[in-house]
């Protein structure tokens, strides 16, 4: 609606740094750009961007000013998205906010299929470290968060809430393939492909290894899980992946996934859930619902 325009501007304008890029990110040229920020400040009397050679930020009146505009934002796209349903549109935006073991299989193909029944339905997905997506929840700039092992839990409202297996991923001829399951402790006498800390899998797997008195020492970390796993081929290796995120041609890699059985309490918890009190999106919702409904029928 056009008087959000400018509020869409100001959001542009931090988000990117810069008064110039953008500018091309809205269609706009710079100086009329500048002369509706310029205008804003006049109305409300002070300044709302430190301005610098190498760009703008905003001041404390302008992380003010913003933090009323996101709310603004996603109330509109709320009252949007509902409009858009009554009038059988089924319409929306969803901004996804999720950690990286989500974002190679699963997420992909639910929202392939959702696509096909809602069309005009568009999504925004940004892959976060472990702790942040909580945070994008809490500023508006998601409307779903889909982590494991979530940090700030107080920030996100569960809608689903269950266990997630680890597998360890190897060669196929590897000495432990032919294994229907392995304890953590079988692991360490190979060398160990580990994501970074904090992420949730290495957090999980630490803990695991704590409580039975020994140490993870990888010989490689790194935070593309992709990597990980590509260097399991062809060698001793060993790299470890949630189940929803094993990817279904392991074979076609010459790779074996088996599960690691991490005793009581051991497993780690894959939690999709939104801000606690905010009414989302219809959009958001029925997508949330999706996954929740999604993640329940494989895993409860």
Not at 187 to 201: A, F, N, T, V, W
Not at 283 to 297: S, T, Y
Request: charged letters at 25%.
């Amino acid at each position: 609606m056009r008087h959000l325009t400018i509020l869409r501007y100001i959001a542009k304008i931090a988000e990117t740094g810069s008064l110039r890029s953008a500018a091309e990110e809205l269609g706009i040229t710079p100086s009329a750009l500048n002369r509706r920020i310029l205008a804003v400040e006049q109305e409300l009397g002070v300044e709302i961007f430190e301005r610098h050679p190498a760009g703008m930020r905003p001041n404390i009146a302008g992380e003010i000013l913003l933090d009323h505009i996101r709310t603004q934002l996603a109330d509109m796209e709320r009252v949007r998205s509902r409009i858009a349903d009554l009038s059988g549109m089924r319409a929306g935006h969803v901004n996804i906010a999720t950690t990286r073991e989500m974002a190679l299989y699963f997420l992909p193909d639910l929202i392939r299929r959702h696509l096909a029944e809602f069309p005009a339905v568009s999504f925004d997905v940004n892959l976060m470290a472990r702790g942040e997506a909580e945070a994008a929840l809490a500023d508006l700039s998601a409307d779903i968060a889909i982590v494991f092992e979530p940090i700030h839990k107080r920030d996100l409202q569960a809608v689903y809430r269950g266990s997630q297996p680890i597998y360890c991923v190897m060669a196929d001829d590897h000495p432990l393939a032919g294994r229907e399951q392995l304890k953590i402790y079988d692991c360490i006498d190979y060398p160990l492909l580990l994501p970074k800390r904090p992420e949730g899998i290495r957090t999980v797997l630490d803990q695991a290894a704590e409580r039975v008195g020994i140490t993870l020492e990888p010989v490689l970390e790194s935070n593309s899980l992709d990597l990980l796993r590509l260097m399991s081929q062809d060698s001793a290796a060993l790299s470890f992946s949630l189940a929803v995120n094993l990817r279904p041609d392991l074979a076609r890699d010459r790779l074996r996934a088996v599960p690691v059985e991490l005793g009581k309490g051991g497993a780690g918890t894959l939690v999709a859930g939104h801000l606690p009190g905010r009414a989302l999106p219809v959009a958001a919702a029925r997508f949330l619902e999706a996954v929740a409904r999604e993640l329940g029928q494989r895993y409860s």
